[in-house]
């Protein structure tokens, strides 16, 4: 028997370096960004954007590129007077070059330096034009172009707005060319703006901010402006660069900047243990269903570390907050040990975002969103996951194999997690498909306005700064002053939930959809768990929206049903020779008459690996069917022989799945 190896990534790792606390921490500053009206009569929520207006003007920079840079460098949001992990500030993300050049901002692994200096990956192109670089979007430069003192840029929003003009001027006078009022004539400009180290990662940089320009925007900041950027029809894509080479184990988008650093596969003792991941030959042996989003809870550094350590945890990609750089370390045909179940792991690929679920504003950047988004875009086509919430989860998501590991599993990347523009930047925007009175619901609050109250994020107990969430909270009874929704696996002694930012025992997130149990006035009850569960949803203001697809229920005749952690092959299925795995339900009752949502049908599947192999060992495939379903803030499954399945159509209509609808109720 194997020695048991942690599944993610220990306690100790969790605790942030120096540098990392100092930065965590000042983002929980209190807000000092400011927005001063460029006019008495101006609205207040429009001073960011009369901000974009008076510096274009001012700077002879189009004001279509100078808001397409500044969302893609922070999606306009200001964060209030705290610098993201690179060091950047406002919504232009200047950055302090003192704080970029923290020893944590090791690089990812790549090419050499060669002697003499820096790689110059874009030797040849724009960036090297005049034989040295424009340092771009930097703080201190910016600072002496608009004549202000640096610190004006970290805490004037007007001031950082200016400055991001004036860097963009500069570099496009740099290049030689003129001040043009054509956005396509400052393509190399904005190239150049974010300081990407290499021409792959800089086009595709360029060609989000055009992109981003010829559909326009709006948005309602975290700081509550109304910013909107018109479209502009015509702009067209540039054509890339050619892909790179790269190490052949790299399985990546050609728009991405990727590289390799191997996690081992090796003994760790004379006993047979070994780690930190299994060979497998997926898809052949096992399909790929699920891509689960983690956060790191350590700097990268740390997690290259661990990565590398047999005997800790390993996962396929990791993605670094300050450029969305990616680092693969194990092939996606074999499993990883990262989601804290093995028949997660042997179905799944695990991507490591570097950050801290606390602190969103510093470590979730919009760089990092995007450079995920795309690679799990091509994953998910590469491999046929589905786009949605039940297919791609984040760590917090992920069912509990047995009763016993509910309360050791991770909460990561937490409420904070913007699923809702995630799945827009994957191309599947999370939307109603019902009316507002559909039997089913999604989750989905507007992420900017949507600030529940948390507690913790300091780790003291403390209530966080009010910030964006992904997530809505369950309670008992429609009432807020009402107990919250207590879950018995988390807390098995039958201690309440908390507001606490890690506890996820009443949370429901964004994109997972729950079937209706009950509606009075402005809240919405779903089936939680076994028990009915509480949210507000006002019809001004909602947080969920109508949803169709395919609910289970118990079938006729049975009282409750078991609900499973994972779903296991029957006994016959084993070969002869091999222990059979007990399955053993979780500890949650699913009673008559209740109805969860339903997203996909399985087999039981099981895999024996307990020694190192040179080959993959075999799958053993069970008879058995499954459904998965989201049963609380995580999924479980049911046995299929223990569910009839209901249709709900967009009309609201109800039925036995492939059955004439009735409407629900009847």
Not at 238 to 257: N, S
Not at 301 to 308: G, I, L
Not at 441 to 454: E, G, S
């Amino acid at each position: 028997m194997r020695r048991t190896v942690a599944e993610r990534v220990p306690s100790a790792l969790r605790t942030c370096t120096l540098t990392a606390c100092l930065i965590a921490t000042a983002a929980l500053l209190p807000p000092l960004l400011i927005l001063p009206a460029s006019g008495t009569d101006d609205s207040e929520d429009q001073r960011l954007q009369n901000a974009f207006t008076n510096a274009a003007r001012e700077f002879h920079v189009p004001r279509s590129v100078l808001m397409g840079v500044s969302y893609m460098q922070s999606r306009w949001d200001t964060h209030p007077g705290a610098p993201s992990i690179a060091g950047g500030y406002g919504p232009m993300h200047l950055v302090d070059s003192a704080l970029a050049r923290t020893p944590d901002r090791s690089p990812a692994p790549g090419p050499p330096v060669p002697d003499g200096g820096q790689p110059d990956p874009l030797t040849g192109t724009a960036f090297a034009a005049g034989g040295h670089a424009v340092r771009p979007a930097d703080l201190e430069r910016a600072a002496r172009l608009i004549k202000v003192p640096a610190k004006q840029l970290r805490t004037d929003a007007v001031a950082n707005v200016r400055g991001g003009a004036a860097l963009l001027a500069a570099t496009q006078r740099h290049l030689g060319k003129p001040l043009s009022t054509d956005p396509e004539d400052w393509w190399q400009a904005v190239e150049r703006f974010p300081g990407t180290r290499d021409i792959t990662s800089a086009t595709t940089y360029a060609n989000d901010v055009f992109g981003l320009i010829r559909r326009g925007a709006h948005r309602t900041t975290a700081e509550g402006q109304e910013v909107d950027l018109p479209a502009t029809p015509g702009i067209s894509p540039h054509p890339g660069p050619q892909a790179p080479k790269r190490p052949k184990e790299v399985e990546c988008p050609t728009d991405l900047a990727c590289d390799w650093l191997a996690a081992p596969y090796e003994k760790i003792d004379e006993d047979g243990d070994y780690g930190n991941h299994d060979l497998a030959d997926r898809p052949r042996d096992q399909r790929i269903e699920y891509i689960v989003i983690h956060d790191t809870e350590s700097t990268l550094p740390n997690m290259f570390k661990t990565v590398q350590d047999p005997t800790e945890a390993s996962w396929h990609y990791s993605i670094r907050s300050s450029d969305g750089h990616i680092t693969q370390h194990v092939r996606t045909k074999d499993e990883a040990w990262h989601s804290g179940s093995q028949f997660v792991n042997a179905r799944s690929i695990g991507i490591e975002h570097e950050g801290f679920l606390a602190h969103p504003g510093t470590w979730y950047t919009e760089q990092m969103y995007r450079s995920s988004a795309r690679l799990v875009r091509y994953l998910a086509k590469k491999y046929d996951v589905p786009m949605d919430r039940q297919h791609i989860f984040g760590h917090d998501n992920v069912p509990s194999p047995t009763g016993d590991s509910i309360p050791d599993m991770h909460e990561d990347p937490g409420p904070f997690w913007d699923w809702r523009h995630y799945f827009d930047l994957l191309g599947a925007p999370l939307k109603a498909t019902a009316g507002p009175d559909s039997p089913m619901v999604m989750i989905l609050p507007d992420y900017a306005t949507h600030k529940p109250r948390y507690t913790g994020c300091e780790g003291d107990g403390s209530r966080c700064l009010p910030h964006g969430s992904s997530a809505v909270r369950l309670y008992t009874r429609p009432d807020e002053k009402a107990p919250l929704i207590q879950d018995p696996g988390r807390r098995p002694d039958g201690d309440p939930s908390t507001e606490d930012v890690s506890d996820l025992g009443s949370r429901a997130s964004t994109g997972q959809t729950f079937a209706v149990a009950d509606r009075r006035g402005e809240w919405t009850a779903i089936w939680y768990q076994g028990n009915k569960a509480w949210f507000k949803n006002p019809a001004v203001h909602p947080t969920a929206v109508g949803a169709s697809g395919r609910m289970v229920t118990p079938k006729e005749g049975l009282d409750e049903i078991p609900v499973f952690g994972r779903a296991l092959p029957e006994e016959d299925a084993y070969p002869e020779g091999m222990e059979e795995e007990d399955e053993v339900p979780l500890p949650y009752t699913l009673r008559a008459g209740q109805r969860y949502v339903t997203q996909s049908e399985l087999g039981g599947s099981y895999v024996e690996r307990s020694t190192i192999s040179a080959t993959p060992q075999p799958v053993v495939v069970g008879q058995d069917r499954y459904y998965e379903i989201q049963f609380g803030h995580r999924l479980a499954y049911v046995r299929a022989d223990d569910v009839d399945v209901l249709d709900t159509h967009a009309d609201g209509t109800t039925g036995a799945a492939g059955s004439e609808a009735v409407p629900d109720g009847q």
